[in-house]
Each structure stands twice: as C-alpha cells, then as structure tokens.
C-alpha cells in the first residue's frame, strides 16, 4: 500500500429491501479502518452505497404498483437511515443510478467491445433474480428443485437469450499469474487458496447484458457494433442492457473518478482495499480484475473477503427472517455500543454465529464492566483525591502500565492492518484487563486514606498511580476511536483533554504521535465530571422486533 492516500470500498448492498445487521456489518467495518486512516493523516476517500438495478428489484416494485425508481429511492433512504445511526461517515455513497455511474458502466462495455473481450452469443441456464446468471457447479438440487445457494427463497429462472459474453477465459493465465505475483491481493489466505484453485479448474466465460430488461444501464453497443444510442440521446431497447453484476461490480471505479474526472482517478485508484463478503469472492477476485485489465486498468491491490453472521447455524437474510434490525440495534446498544459489540462478537475474517443474547453480554462485559468502569473509577478517584487536578503519569519506563503500552499498541495497529478487527480491539482490551488489575493491586483508596493521614511516600505514589490511569484511559480512549466515535471525545472531555478529531476522524493531528504514552504529560488540566458511559444492559432486555 502507499502512504499518499487510502481508499477503501465495501460492496454495495441490493436495494430490494430494508438492511439487516448482516447486512451493513462490512459496512461498520470499513469505516473503522477508513476512520484509523483519517486520523493518521492519510487522504482517505470511502466508498458504499447501492445495487439498484437487479430483475429482482423491478419485480418487487411491480408488485407494489410502482416505479422501480421510486421503490429504490424509498429502499435507499432506509439504508442511509440505518448507516446515520451506526455512525458510518462515507466521502461517498454511491447509487448504480447515479448519472455518473451508467457513464462509467457504459464506457467499460465501449473499452471491452474495442479490446475484443466481448462477443455476441447464447447464454442458457439457471438466472437468479438477486444474484444474477448461475453456473450449473453453482446451484443446489433439493427435493424443492433447483435453488441458488446463497437465496434459497428466490425461485430461480432457466433462461435462453442472446446476449452479449465477456471472454473471462481468455485472463485464466494472467489470473493465475496475479494470484502467484500478489500474494496478499486475496486475503484471507485460505479466501485465496479458494479462488485460486476456481481458476485452475477452468474459466467460462459469462453474460454481461440482459435482453428485455427495461430496468437497467442502456447497454451502449449493438450487435454489429454501432453505438445503441440513437440521434435524440435515448438507447435503443434492441440492444438490451448491462448485466447487474458487470453494472455493480463497476461502481468502485465510479466512485474514484472514472471516467469524468482523470485526476482523481489517477489519484485514488487502484483501491487499497475492497471489503466483501464470502458469497461475492469470485466477482470480485476472478471478473473483476479480468474486466479491470480488459480497460487497460489496474486490479485492486487488496480483496479482503469477510464471513457470513450466522444465527443457529443459518446464515442471517431477511427472506429468513432471522435478521436483526440495525436501528433496533442501535437503539438499544447505542451507536458506538452497537459498533463494538458487532466488531468484537464477530471475527472479520470468518463465519461467526451470533445472538441477541451474545451481543448483550459483550457489551455488559467489555464496556459497561470493564472499559466503561475504568474511566468511571479513575476521574472519579482523581476527582475526589486529587481535588479535581489532572495527574501526570509518570515515565513509560517507571510505569507498570506504561512499559506494555507500546506493545498493545504494536499489536492492535498491525491488526488493523491485517483488517483482523475483532483481534484489534481484543489487544486493547487485553491492555485494559491490565489497567483495571492494576487498580485492584494499588488500590488508590488506601493509598487516599494513608495520604490523609500524613504519609508523604503514600500521597507520592497516589498522584503517581492515578496519573498511570488517566493516561491509560487517555490512551484507549484515543486509540478505539475508529470503533466508538461518538465516546471518544466524552472521555477526552473527562479527562480534561482536548478532542480535535473532526466527526469523520479527520481534521487532528496523526495518531501515532499522540498514542505515545506521556504524550501530553507535560500539559496540566482538570478532570471533567464522572459521567457513566455505557449503561449496564439487561440480558432480556428490549430485543428487536
């Protein structure tokens, strides 16, 4: 990666319905790891937003006695709700609709066509109205009949068209290359070995337009290939249009400029990272580049492929209605609660089953027991011994604390590197289980009373130990940032310290000089008011609808 800029994207979410947890958890992620950037001091550009033009969508639409724009207009603001109350701060959010996304789409088709990747032929098989075009290798016989895999409550279609087909097999060698010469392109590792060993068995190559599809990018080319638009600006029908998966999957070069605006596209792209799910691997890490490289364009420099939300062993979806409602979510855990709980409970890199129940006692756990009770008994011991003045701690070397400060830091940054999220947050806390024994094995209060009682030596270390805890507190405080912005500058405010960072992460001064423990050791202040920051949550406390 380079240091002059990140961008980072996450696949954009169907409009054909409200979002679920599951849904925006890639989301959250992503903007914790464009967030940890903004406040190191990288030009950062975030990108997500919607699908908009799947069959499926204008069918649910029809049912309703409506336009399919209006219906993903509707659909969309539910999503822009939802990611509003989980704090997520995109540069962009990005519709398939957008004006400047079917120019994008449309002068792909144009350099594919001109690079002879695409042809005219017949395509036949199984259609899946959410997903698209399925291999036979990539639907399930049940005694109900032929499903796709990942929406098993979608009747799927067979379908005879004549259609437009890109030459996907021609890349199968410089795939295969990509894979061997980027080994960190594809990640996880075992997400790579899956996708390599795909190549090796062999590429199809796949339709990228649809025949009589009213809802979609005008496909710009037609079969004798002469421009489908005609004099007056509008496309003719003939010519069909864009296939949603090659439309969506095109959306992360839209979004960096591509092709109305050559210097910022010249500046943000490749993309350092695009976070997407299991389901999504092989358009991302197999098409993808293929159609990239058909444009005389660069691959991405990172997939990072994230597991499903699982709940008794099912994959969350909303046809199952086994989905948890995001703003039912945040309602009860809060913004940043919410954010931790989903970040922590489940592994960035894996399939993880989860509960109502799960989520609550991690919260209770890790915020309200063990980080929220920190911050509460430190400003509130400091508050009352000390009368209200800030203590310095004291040297990294003469601190307890302070002497594993660096390695926890060294770890949760070099996981949020690996985007391994939930192993971040678990070396601070590990840092904080350490603050809060450190506190039991002090003991400021008997410290307190030996002070009061005209022990110098005692009254020494208590401004000493407690100037360890608010540095501690400062210092976590700080770092988890990206994961709870919202706390992040309550706790500064406790602390008696100045927050600088903007409500995206940008705007203060880079992260790293200020996680130095002792960093504003030399600045003297007063302790804010000890307000509780997580409220302790009952296990069968309100649960979503």
Same mark, same amino acid.
């Given at each position: 990666?380079?240091?002059?800029?990140?961008?980072?994207?996450?696949?954009?979410?169907?409009?054909?319905?409200?979002?679920?947890?599951?849904?925006?958890?890639?989301?959250?992620?992503?903007?914790?790891?464009?967030?940890?950037?903004?406040?190191? #001091?990288?030009?950062?550009?975030?990108?997500?937003?919607?699908?908009?033009?799947?069959?499926?969508?204008?069918?649910?639409?029809?049912?309703? #006695?409506?336009?399919?724009?209006?219906?993903?207009? %509707?659909?969309?603001?539910?999503?822009?709700?939802?990611?509003?109350?989980?704090?997520?701060?995109?540069?962009? $959010?990005?519709?398939?609709? @957008?004006?400047?996304?079917?120019?994008?789409?449309?002068?792909?088709?144009?350099?594919?066509? *001109?690079?002879?990747?695409?042809?005219?032929?017949?395509?036949?098989?199984?259609?899946?109205?959410?997903?698209?075009?399925?291999?036979?290798?990539?639907?399930?016989?049940?005694?109900?009949?032929?499903?796709?895999?990942?929406?098993?409550?979608?009747?799927?279609?067979?379908?005879?068209?004549?259609?437009?087909?890109?030459?996907?097999?021609?890349?199968?060698?410089?795939?295969?290359?990509?894979?061997?010469?980027?080994?960190?392109?594809?990640?996880?590792?075992?997400?790579?070995?899956?996708?390599?060993?795909?190549?090796?068995?062999?590429?199809?190559?796949?339709?990228?337009?649809?025949?009589?599809?009213?809802?979609?990018?005008?496909?710009?080319?037609?079969?004798?290939?002469?421009?489908?638009?005609?004099?007056?600006?509008?496309?003719?029908?003939?010519?069909?249009?864009?296939?949603?998966?090659?439309?969506?999957?095109?959306?992360?070069?839209?979004?960096?400029?591509?092709?109305?605006?050559? %210097?910022?596209?010249?500046?943000?792209?490749?993309?350092?990272?695009?976070?997407?799910?299991?389901?999504?691997?092989?358009?991302?890490?197999?098409?993808?580049?293929?159609?990239?490289?058909?444009?005389?364009?660069?691959?991405?420099?990172?997939?990072?492929?994230?597991?499903?939300?699982?709940?008794?062993?099912?994959?969350?979806?909303?046809?199952?209605?086994?989905?948890?409602?995001?703003?039912?979510?945040?309602?009860? $855990?809060?913004?940043?609660?919410?954010?931790?709980?989903?970040?922590?409970?489940?592994?960035?890199?894996?399939?993880?089953?989860?509960?109502?129940?799960?989520?609550?006692?991690?919260?209770?756990?890790?915020?309200?027991? @063990?980080?929220?009770?920190?911050?509460?008994?430190?400003?509130?011991?400091?508050?009352?011994?000390?009368?209200?003045?800030?203590?310095?701690?004291?040297? *990294?070397?003469?601190?307890?604390?302070?002497?594993?400060?660096?390695?926890?830091?060294?770890?949760?940054?070099?996981?949020?590197?690996?985007?391994?999220?939930?192993?971040?947050?678990?070396?601070?806390?590990?840092?904080?289980?350490?603050?809060?024994? $450190?506190?039991?094995?002090?003991?400021?209060?008997?410290?307190?009373?030996?002070?009061?009682?005209?022990?110098?030596?005692?009254?020494?270390?208590?401004?000493?130990?407690?100037?360890?805890?608010?540095?501690?507190?400062?210092?976590?405080?700080?770092?988890?940032?990206?994961?709870?912005?919202?706390?992040?500058?309550?706790?500064?405010?406790?602390?008696?310290?100045?927050?600088?960072?903007?409500?995206?992460?940008? #705007?203060?001064?880079?992260?790293?000089?200020?996680?130095?423990?002792?960093?504003?050791? *030399?600045?003297?202040?007063?302790?804010?008011?000890?307000?509780?920051?997580?409220?302790?949550?009952?296990?069968?406390?309100?649960?979503?609808?």
């Amino acid at each position: 990666m380079t240091d002059s800029r990140f961008y980072i994207t996450t696949s954009i979410a169907y409009a054909n319905n409200r979002p679920g947890l599951h849904t925006l958890y890639e989301v959250v992620g992503a903007d914790v790891l464009a967030r940890w950037h903004r406040m190191n #001091g990288t030009p950062t550009r975030f990108l997500t937003g919607t699908d908009e033009h799947s069959v499926n969508i204008a069918m649910r639409a029809a049912d309703q #006695g409506r336009t399919p724009r209006d219906f993903v207009d %509707e659909q969309v603001s539910l999503f822009r709700a939802a990611e509003d109350a989980l704090g997520i701060r995109p540069d962009r $959010f990005i519709r398939t609709t @957008d004006p400047d996304h079917v120019r994008s789409a449309q002068e792909m088709v144009r350099r594919a066509y *001109a690079n002879g990747d695409i042809y005219v032929g017949t395509y036949e098989g199984w259609y899946c109205p959410s997903e698209g075009f399925r291999n036979a290798t990539d639907v399930v016989e049940t005694a109900r009949g032929t499903i796709c895999p990942n929406h098993p409550e979608v009747p799927l279609q067979w379908l005879t068209e004549r259609n437009w087909f890109f030459r996907l097999s021609a890349y199968q060698e410089r795939l295969e290359r990509w894979f061997a010469d980027e080994p960190h392109a594809v990640q996880p590792e075992y997400r790579r070995n899956e996708m390599l060993g795909f190549i090796r068995s062999g590429l199809e190559d796949f339709s990228i337009s649809r025949a009589g599809a009213g809802w979609g990018i005008p496909f710009p080319i037609l079969p004798d290939g002469s421009s489908a638009q005609r004099p007056d600006g509008t496309w003719d029908p003939e010519a069909g249009t864009i296939y949603v998966w090659y439309d969506a999957l095109i959306n992360y070069i839209t979004g960096a400029g591509f092709p109305d605006d050559p %210097e910022s596209f010249a500046r943000w792209w490749p993309a350092d990272v695009h976070v997407i799910g299991k389901d999504i691997a092989r358009f991302h890490t197999i098409f993808w580049p293929a159609m990239l490289w058909s444009a005389g364009l660069k691959a991405p420099r990172r997939v990072w492929i994230h597991g499903w939300l699982l709940a008794a062993g099912e994959r969350m979806s909303k046809s199952r209605g086994n989905f948890m409602d995001p703003l039912d979510f945040t309602r009860a $855990f809060g913004s940043d609660g919410a954010r931790y709980a989903v970040l922590r409970e489940v592994p960035f890199d894996r399939d993880a089953d989860v509960s109502w129940d799960a989520f609550v006692r991690r919260y209770n756990a890790d915020l309200a027991n @063990d980080f929220g009770n920190l911050v509460n008994r430190t400003v509130t011991m400091a508050g009352r011994f000390l009368d209200g003045r800030r203590p310095a701690p004291r040297p *990294a070397a003469g601190s307890p604390l302070g002497a594993g400060w660096d390695d926890a830091l060294a770890a949760y940054a070099a996981a949020l590197d690996g985007c391994l999220l939930s192993d971040a947050l678990a070396a601070l806390w590990a840092f904080v289980g350490d603050a809060n024994r $450190f506190v039991d094995a002090e003991a400021p209060w008997a410290l307190a009373k030996a002070a009061r009682g005209g022990d110098t030596g005692a009254a020494d270390r208590l401004e000493a130990v407690l100037g360890d805890l608010v540095e501690a507190c400062r210092l976590v405080g700080l770092a988890v940032a990206p994961f709870m912005p919202e706390t992040a500058p309550r706790i500064a405010a406790q602390l008696g310290h100045a927050y600088t960072y903007g409500p995206d992460g940008n #705007g203060g001064p880079p992260i790293a000089a200020e996680l130095r423990w002792g960093a504003r050791m *030399a600045e003297t202040g007063r302790l804010g008011a000890p307000v509780p920051l997580f409220p302790r949550l009952e296990t069968d406390a309100a649960v979503a609808d």
